[in-house]
T-cell receptor, first 115, second 114 residues
Framework: AQKVTQAQTEISVVEKEDVTLDCVYETRDTTYYLFWYKQPPSGELVFLIRRNSFDEQNEISGRYSWNFQKSTSSFNFTITASQVVDSAVYFCALSEGSNTGKLIFGQGTTLQVKP | DAGVIQSPRHEVTEMGQEVTLRCKPISGHDYLFWYRQTMMRGLELLIYFNNNVPIDDSGMPEDRFSAKMPNASFSTLKIQPSEPRDSAVYFC????????????FGPGTRLTVL
């Protein structure tokens, strides 16, 4: 069965520190998609990135970067030079199948960035 | 575009009452999803539709829950009768025509059942 594990429940850092959020997944599908969503204190979920199982290239978007490693079934998310506005709950998610739209979410990691 | 619209934003009701949550997806999106978020269980997919047709309702907890999508611009999630354990934030999300497209979430409805 598919499963997403975010072992870090809460992380607290001081502004400008780098922080990595871990995500480990389990699936028997050969084609699948991985996602990261952000849930700020206001409550809505905001899409950050999607990665398919055939593309292991790391991606960088501003201060955000993602490291996808199929060998370890991990899709980790790093925020460089964190800011207070990065404080949120971050969810990693796995698609069930290649085109079902059904997402399995991890339990989320609460990131607190202190000034 | 206005994004996914949900109403009401907050609902407080008493056990046994019927509750109806509403969602308007983003125009042109073919998929619509209903999620529930609680501290204990996290984010759970309840049901999703493709082109107004329910595809997978395996996440619907009980027969007390039902969802409909009468047209491409409107969906409802109904709980009848409601129970205190249904208290949660309910999110609606929509996405484009491929199942793996990013999902755009609404602001959620915070339901409290007393």
């Amino acid at each position: 069965a598919q499963k997403v594990t975010q072992a870090q429940t809460e992380i607290s850092v001081v502004e400008k520190e780098d922080v990595t959020l871990d995500c480990v997944y389990e699936t028997r599908d050969t084609t699948y998609y991985l996602f990261w969503y952000k849930q700020p204190p206001s409550g809505e979920l905001v899409f950050l990135i999607r990665r398919n199982s055939f593309d292991e290239q790391n991606e960088i978007s501003g201060r955000y970067s993602w490291n996808f490693q199929k060998s370890t079934s991990s899709f980790n998310f790093t925020i460089t030079a964190s800011q207070v506005v990065d404080s949120a709950v971050y969810f990693c998610a796995l698609s069930e199948g290649s085109n079902t739209g059904k997402l399995i979410f991890g339990q989320g990691t609460t990131l607190q960035v202190k000034p | 575009d206005a994004g996914v619209i949900q109403s009401p934003r907050h609902e407080v009701t008493e056990m046994g009452q019927e509750v109806t949550l509403r969602c308007k997806p983003i125009s042109g999106h073919d998929y619509l999803f209903w999620y529930r978020q609680t501290m204990m269980r996290g984010l759970e997919l309840l049901i999703y539709f493709n082109n107004n047709v329910p595809i997978d309702d395996s996440g619907m907890p009980e027969d007390r829950f039902s969802a409909k999508m009468p047209n491409a611009s409107f969906s409802t999630l109904k709980i009848q009768p409601s129970e205190p354990r249904d208290s949660a934030v309910y999110f609606c999300a929509s996405s484009f025509y491929r199942g793996y497209d990013e999902q755009f979430f609404g602001p959620g409805t915070r339901l409290t059942v007393l």
